[in-house]
């Protein structure tokens, strides 16, 4: 899927580009497991009223899954990284969505130098709603100029655990390993 923005006004401006995808709230983001695992949460930027703790979460070897809890009683919740394998996903009864954007984290981001982050509230529809985020650099777009982000999305059958997921994705994504995060090949 290709996003854009087309600078429409007389002057540059510099802008990043967002690619968000809202998901039905309840499901179960799955992210690679890059982190040390004494300090899970090692590189990510919580933001402001977001507290770690406050939704469940479950390492493995291959990914961290964190439980959605948007809905009206809850408080937002968001966090940010920088993600060098550049996909995240996300669970429920109705399948994995698997979502990519290339990285480019050798330029200048939007919210703190990440290119990826996840939000979980109470804002949106009755039951409130989950959203993958893909940032793209921060650009100088001049007037008539538009900037892009691809994003590559995957379904996946909901009979797969946290563990397939992260495996198809690396898969589908043409990976050797879910680890390349932390460096590895």
Same mark, same amino acid.
């Given at each position: &899927?290709?996003?854009?923005?087309?600078?429409? $006004?007389?002057?540059?401006?510099?802008?990043?580009?967002?690619?968000?995808?809202?998901?039905?709230?309840?499901?179960?983001?799955?992210?690679?497991?890059?982190?040390?695992?004494?300090?899970?949460?090692?590189?990510?930027?919580?933001?402001?009223?977001?507290?770690?703790?406050?939704?469940? &979460?479950?390492?493995?070897?291959?990914?961290?899954?964190?439980?959605?809890?948007?809905?009206?009683?809850?408080?937002?919740?968001?966090?940010?990284?920088?993600?060098?394998?550049?996909?995240?996903?996300?669970?429920?009864?109705?399948?994995?969505?698997?979502?990519?954007?290339?990285?480019?984290?050798?330029?200048?981001?939007?919210?703190?130098?990440?290119?990826?982050?996840?939000?979980?509230?109470?804002?949106?529809?009755?039951? $409130?709603?989950?959203?993958?985020?893909? &940032?793209?650099?921060?650009?100088?777009?001049?007037?008539?100029?538009?900037?892009?982000?691809?994003?590559?999305?995957?379904?996946?059958?909901?009979?797969?655990?946290?563990?397939?997921?992260?495996?198809?994705?690396?898969?589908?994504?043409?990976?050797?390993?879910?680890?390349?995060?932390?460096?590895?090949?």
């Amino acid at each position: &899927m290709r996003h854009g923005l087309a600078n429409a $006004g007389e002057a540059a401006h510099e802008v990043g580009i967002w690619a968000i995808v809202a998901c039905q709230p309840g499901g179960t983001w799955i992210v690679p497991r890059v982190f040390d695992p004494g300090s899970p949460w090692s590189g990510f930027q919580f933001w402001p009223g977001s507290q770690p703790d406050s939704r469940p &979460m479950v390492l493995s070897d291959a990914a961290i899954t964190i439980a959605s809890q948007a809905g009206r009683s809850v408080s937002d919740w968001k966090v940010g990284w920088r993600s060098t394998a550049g996909w995240v996903a996300y669970r429920t009864a109705a399948g994995c969505l698997v979502a990519w954007a290339q990285p480019a984290l050798d330029e200048r981001l939007p919210e703190g130098g990440h290119n990826l982050a996840l939000y979980d509230g109470r804002h949106g529809p009755p039951e $409130g709603r989950s959203e993958l985020e893909h &940032m793209g650099p921060l650009r100088q777009v001049p007037p008539g100029g538009t900037l892009h982000l691809d994003q590559y999305l995957a379904l996946l059958p909901t009979t797969a655990s946290a563990e397939d997921c992260a495996h198809a994705a690396v898969r589908i994504l043409g990976w050797r390993n879910i680890r390349r995060d932390a460096g590895e090949n």
